[in-house]
């Protein structure tokens, strides 16, 4: 059967912004499991890997209103529990699916280790912000106190920036590809995976950082084999001059046409632009072919009817 690496966002699994809780993610997830489960009763082998953005936030939130009775937990130990956590949501609600649906398919979570590269110039340059907005009197007190590097964002206070290296092994590929021979849906990657560094004598260590999802997933593709990079997003299609009056959705784009847009400027580092890069590394790679659309025309974009497709030639 034919792989499929599908990575969901963070974002989708809160469905009100306003009131984030554990039922909501549940329903949001509902929906997308749903077109999953379409997937493989299609005939597909399916790995799942998922954004964190904002469930890290809120563990990273929870770690410091508890500062004063428990020790706070490093960023790479709060990366950990939302993989456990989000892995187990969707092991649930598309176990669930799957029944219902009469699949006989097993899913199952693997807590995910990314390995960067120490000397990666992003540790120099943290861009990457998280957690909460702060006042100007409390960011340099926790500058301080904590030695957190913060930034003033867009009027709107101050946060903490860590670093995003880039991801360079997946340490647990090969269990994943195990799994996958074996027909089991596998969770994996889960916010970019956890971000550790390799010591001179093979030891890994957790370093404070946040990894791209959607990078990890390209990796993790390229890793197993994966015949397809779906990238699940908020968008039907890729736009050129995205939000504006002559914006133009594309069917199709090649590795040329993806890198020459993009040092055009119409993927934005903060929104498409980490989802064409990512497709772009997995097609150099050598993988087949890569897809972007959203969660609701998944099936449909599967069928060439919609999203954007991008291939090598």
């Not at 508890?66 to 609600?93: N, R």
């Not at 340099?140 to 903490?160: F, K, T």
């Not at 959607?214 to 990238?231: E, P, R, T, V």
Request: proline content about 5%.
């Amino acid at each position: 059967m034919p792989v499929a690496v599908v990575a969901i966002g963070g974002n989708s699994l809160v469905k009100d912004e306003a009131h984030p809780n554990v039922a909501g993610e549940i329903e949001a997830l509902g929906e997308t499991c749903g077109h999953i489960a379409g997937m493989l009763a299609a005939g597909w082998d399916v790995v799942l890997t998922h954004g964190n953005g904002p469930q890290v936030g809120f563990n990273l939130l929870r770690s410091e209103l508890a500062a004063h009775v428990v020790p706070p937990l490093p960023l790479d130990v709060l990366g950990a529990q939302t993989q456990g956590s989000i892995g187990y949501l969707i092991q649930q609600v598309l176990g669930n699916e799957l029944r219902r649906r009469n699949i006989r398919k097993r899913v199952v979570t693997v807590v995910t280790q990314t390995v960067v590269d120490p000397h990666d110039a992003a540790f120099h340059r943290p861009t990457k912000p998280i957690g909460s907005f702060y006042r100007k009197e409390e960011a340099q007190r926790l500058q301080a106190e904590r030695s957190w590097q913060m930034v003033e964002d867009a009027g709107r206070g101050w946060r903490r920036v860590v670093p995003s290296p880039w991801p360079a092994e997946i340490v647990e590929r090969l269990v994943v590809k195990g799994l996958v021979h074996q027909a089991i849906v596998v969770i994996a990657c889960g916010g970019g995976g956890i971000p550790v560094v390799r010591e001179a004598d093979g030891r890994l260590a957790g370093v404070e950082a946040v990894i791209d999802k959607d990078l990890a997933s390209a990796l993790l593709a390229q890793s197993i084999g994966a015949d397809l990079l779906l990238i699940s997003t908020q968008v039907e299609r890729v736009s050129l001059n995205y939000g504006k009056s002559d914006q133009r959705d594309l069917d199709a784009l090649t590795v040329d046409e993806a890198k020459r847009y993009l040092s055009e400027g119409h993927f934005p580092a903060g929104s498409m632009g980490p989802k064409i890069r990512a497709a772009i590394q997995f097609l150099e790679a050598g993988g087949p072919e890569a897809l972007i659309t959203s969660p609701a025309h998944l099936e449909r974009a599967l069928a060439g009817q919609t999203g954007t497709r991008i291939t090598g030639g």
